[in-house]
């Protein structure tokens, strides 16, 4: 697809950087091998930025810089960089002021565990898919749910807190799940967002796979 667009677009210029159809072929396996793990969304988006900004086609290098200043535009950092951040705070992801919500919810769906116990060369591929999907949902129009806020209050001294902590054990939850189910609750009671956050906590329970009844309240 991608070079299909530059024939058209560079014409002539195009079959001059290459002396054979030999050529061509490596040069598409190396493009290939360069650009897997990025959606089409985002190769469609930089190859027009190309267009805008290059009078001959780019370099396989400049083409990946025009692919992180879309990333850079959404505030979405490298792949690389979220993954590091990712595996920094793989063991508090909930006290984390992440650089942005898709670099958390990541890392949640690569598994903790894995990024804070296993070989890069093993758990990176995965992440990066999982980062490369959340980062085409938010180009295209998609807000993240930002998890529980940093400085959730002491469970010792906050009633609500408390709460959602015994709720957890009770329904044998980690404290990552319960703060992530339960977050609607310190949204004030009977207004839209709470409304809004608790149907987001339904669908979680599906996606779960848990029968659980939501609280509507606190005691």
Known sequence: ?????????YGHKFKSAFQSEEEIRIAKREWALSLRGFSEQELVTAVNRAKEEFVWMPTVAEFLSLLRKD???YGLPGALNAYQEACRYADHPLQHDWSHPAVYFAGRETEWFRLRTEEKYRVFPDFELNYRRLCERVIAGEE???PLPK????RSS???ACF???WGKEHELSDEQAATLLYYL???KGSPVRAHFKQISEQRLKEWGLTLSLPEDYR
């Open 186 to 188: 310190f949204k004030p």
């Open 164 to 166: 959602i902590n015994d």
């Open 158 to 160: 906050n009633t609500l």
């Open 1 to 9: 697809m991608i070079f299909a667009r530059f024939m058209t677009i």
């Open 71 to 73: 990333l850079q535009a």
């Open 144 to 146: 993240l749910d930002v």
């Open 151 to 154: 400085g959730l209050p002491d």
